[in-house]
C-alpha cells in the first residue's frame, strides 16, 4: 500500500512562488510516474505536471515555465515547484503515483494513476 502525503500550499499574492512536497510511505519511486495534479471549485481536476522513471517530465500549457516538477528519490519525495503564481493557479492541489499504464503521454492522465494523496491548497491573490 502507498501513502502519500502533500505539505507546502499556502496564500500568496500574484507572482509569488510556492514548493510543494509530497511525501510517500513505501517505494512510490517504484512506480513508472507520478504527478501533481489540482481541482478548483466547480472544476475537474486536471493534470499539471508528471515525472516518469528515467526523468522525463510533462507540463500543461498553462503552467510552462513557471513549473517544474523534481523528485528526490533518497527523501521519497515528489516536488512541485511554482513561480510567478497567478489568481488562475488557485485549486486544490494532489499528488498522485502509479499509473495503471506506464507511458510519458499518460503522465497528465488522472484516471490512469492509482494513489493519491489528500491535497494542499494554494490561493492566489491578485
Known amino acids: 500500500q502507498v501513502q502519500l502525503a502533500e505539505s507546502g500550499g499556502g496564500s500568496v499574492q500574484s507572482g509569488g512562488s510556492l514548493r ?3 511525501v510517500g510511505a513505501g517505494n512510490i519511486f517504484s512506480s513508472c510516474g507520478m504527478g501533481w495534479f489540482r481541482q478548483a471549485p466547480g472544476k475537474e481536476r486536471e493534470g499539471v505536471a508528471g ?3 528515467v526523468g522525463d517530465t510533462r507540463y500543461t500549457d498553462s503552467v510552462k515555465g513557471r513549473f ?3 523528485r528526490d528519490a533518497d527523501k521519497n519525495t515528489l516536488y512541485l515547484h511554482m513561480n510567478s503564481l497567478k489568481p488562475e493557479d488557485t485549486a486544490m492541489y494532489y499528488c498522485a503515483a502509479r499509473p495503471r499504464t506506464c507511458g510519458w503521454w499518460l503522465l497528465l492522465d488522472a484516471s490512469q494513476y492509482m494513489y493519491w ?3 494542499t ?3 492566489v491573490s491578485s
Open 121 to 123: 491548497q494554494v490561493t
Open 51 to 53: 515525472i516518469d522513471d
Open 68 to 70: 517544474t516538477i523534481s
Open 117 to 119: 494523496g489528500q491535497g
Open 20 to 22: 510543494l512536497s509530497c
